[in-house]
């Protein structure tokens, strides 16, 4: 088994398994259940790649992690599935891409690329999360504000970006 | 950019709203690690201006059972200082039929490296031409792609399958004045006997017909050669909608193609001046010429030739431009022949042409694909009798008509038609 497909695997399993941890230990068992359900939904978006079922895996997942926060599971095991699964639906998209062609060496260097750029994305975003997390700052509501209008900036910088670039 | 950007963005947007509904702040740092993800990705997307990339198509041609199969060969090489990542892609054209190897891939260039993307296809005929390799640069997670044309000019003709036709002694009404192989019907220098002239200053003495000489005395004669000369040709092949069918994959018109292509190859390596004419929604011509390089200019027309959508100014033949064949040349119109075409003929009759009709039969072509109850056979009967009473109208005009079963073989068929006319022409 290829490295993208074992962490395919692994990313999958984490996010069933934090997800179902995490209604298990808030005492939602039927939210458990339908958290191992999203399993074999993600092993058929993998299937169809080129339908809208990963995108809907990504954002049933991410839903999930949202309502589990909001009935009471331990929000770090929300946050590690939310990221996990973005790693699962990221390895999707690698393994459609790809496909049987990564026999090449070039082919071979892209796929480990992108898999250290994934870790290093994912990696560097949970740093970030378990600090703020830990580090418990009282933000005043002017400073939200700020910092949301900073990331919708940010976002309106990236699209001004994206165009100047000719990404079509 | 591709859908993975506008995603990325749309999970970060519905976290910011839920985190603000609910003043949850955990949900709030679920946002990050996508945001992480994001912004991985557009820092390591490359600067368009600091990407140099060499791309060059190369293939090769080899013939197997008379299948054409091309190797086509796509390189491309990073002249940049940095790595790119990049995607390979080669557009299929119609009437390429794959059948080995890739047709995209993703790779990772470090500087001065080079990749290739192989595959082979097959062919019928047809004109296969890009002018660039289509490539997408991104970052290494491919949120932020731009597309890049590397110019690359490459055209692959895969010409009509050719069927090696003997040659066809043809006795047209007129000759070009060029040495050749038909007797001409006139004195001059050539192997057979023609006949016996007096004597003109200058004619060579070993022509001297002594026998005769010696009968009358102080007067010479000398013995005449039948010219040998070339034959000026025409064809003109019917690329009309109307004139074509496809059956079971199968087209008509290909048939048609195939017998241009035989009878081009077959005059020419006789030595005569051959031209072309293609009419359909794109005229194609290849003016009178001889010899290997007016081969190569026919069946580049050929392997251009294809049916268009269906035109009505191109109903009828009417608009054929016959004053580009020399005056006098035999004219072979290779058509499946519609209801008004006879009008062509009475023209290339009214202008001195002679013409043979080379009717690939439609009827018979299509015969296997329909069902065989009362209706159908009434109705095969009725277009039969249709059809032959158009060749028939055509042949009142002293035209040889060649009704041609596509499964039979043309030669033949084509060189009892012009003996035959050779026949009418003497009566």
Not at chain 2, 105 to 113: D, F, S
Request: glycine residues 8%; charged residues 20%; hydrophobic residues 45%.
């Amino acid at each position: 088994m290829s490295l993208r497909k074992t962490l395919f695997v692994i990313c999958l399993i984490l996010t069933v398994l934090c997800l179902a941890a995490g209604y298990g230990i808030a005492g939602q068992w039927m939210g458990a259940l339908l958290a191992i359900l999203i399993g074999p939904a993600w092993l058929l978006a993998r299937k169809y790649p080129g339908s809208r079922l990963p995108l809907v895996c990504l954002l049933v997942t991410v839903g999930f992690a949202v309502a589990g926060r909001l009935i009471g599971s331990p929000p770090l095991l929300m946050i590690f599935a939310s990221a996990a699964a973005l790693a699962v639906w990221d390895l999707v998209y690698l393994d459609s891409a790809l496909g049987n062609h990564s026999s090449a060496e070039q082919t071979r260097h892209y796929e480990n690329r992108h898999l250290q750029s994934l870790t290093l994305a994912l990696g560097s975003g949970l740093l970030a999360t378990l600090l703020g997390h830990f580090l418990k700052i009282q933000i005043p509501f002017l400073v939200w504000m700020l910092f949301i209008a900073l990331i919708l900036f940010a976002l309106d910088r990236v699209w001004g970006y994206i165009k100047k670039t000719g990404g079509a | 950019m591709n859908e993975k950007t506008p995603t990325i963005g749309l999970v970060a947007v519905f976290l910011l709203i839920a985190a603000l509904i609910t003043r949850n702040g955990d949900i709030a740092w679920m946002i990050l690690p996508f945001l992480a993800f994001l912004m991985v990705g557009i820092l390591q997307t490359p600067d368009l201006e600091r990407v140099s990339l060499h791309a060059k198509r190369s293939w090769e041609q080899s013939r197997t059972n008379g299948i054409i199969s091309i190797v086509v060969k796509l390189v491309v090489q990073n002249k940049g200082p940095e790595a790119v990542h990049l995607f390979m892609e080669e557009i299929v054209q119609p009437g390429m039929k794959i059948t080995d190897g890739e047709l995209n891939q993703w790779v990772t260039l470090r500087p001065g490296e080079t990749t290739e993307l192989n595959y082979a296809f097959t062919a019928a005929r047809g004109n296969f031409s890009w002018k660039s390799i289509r490539t997408r640069v991104s970052d290494p997670l491919g949120l932020i792609e731009t597309e890049l044309l590397l110019p690359d000019n490459t055209t692959i003709q895969v010409r009509p399958q050719i069927k090696k036709f003997k040659g066809i002694s043809l006795r047209p009404r007129s000759t070009l004045h060029s040495p050749g192989s038909i007797p001409a019907r006139i004195g001059g220098s050539g192997t057979d006997f023609f006949g016996v002239r007096e004597y003109h200053p200058g004619d060579s003495l070993r022509t001297l017909d002594w026998r005769l000489t010696a009968r009358h005395p102080r007067k010479f004669f000398t013995k005449e050669f039948e010219q040998e000369e070339i034959a000026e040709i025409g064809l003109i092949l019917d690329a009309r909608r109307n004139a074509d069918l496809q059956i079971r994959g199968e087209s008509l018109f290909e048939h048609g193609v195939s017998a241009a292509a035989s009878l081009a190859e077959m005059f020419l390596h006789q030595g005569h001046r051959v031209s072309l004419f293609v009419f359909g929604e794109n005229m194609l011509r290849a003016f009178p010429g001889y010899g290997k390089r007016q081969l190569h200019r026919i069946m580049s027309c050929l392997s251009k030739a294809k049916i268009e959508k269906e035109n009505s100014a191109l109903g009828n033949l009417d608009f054929l431009p016959i004053r580009m064949f020399p005056p006098h040349a035999l004219i072979l119109v290779i058509s499946s022949l519609m209801p008004s075409d006879r009008y062509l003929f009475q023209r290339l009759r009214a202008y001195g042409y002679q013409a043979l009709l080379v009717s690939p039969d439609p009827i018979d072509f299509a015969y296997p694909a329909l069902s065989q109850d009362t209706t159908n056979q009434l109705a095969i009967r009725a277009a039969r009798i249709e059809r032959r009473l158009r060749l028939n109208a055509i042949a009142q005009l002293h035209i040889p008509v060649v009704d041609w079963q596509v499964d039979q073989p043309l030669f033949p068929l084509v060189r009892n038609a012009l003996t035959r006319s050779r026949g009418q022409r003497e009566l």
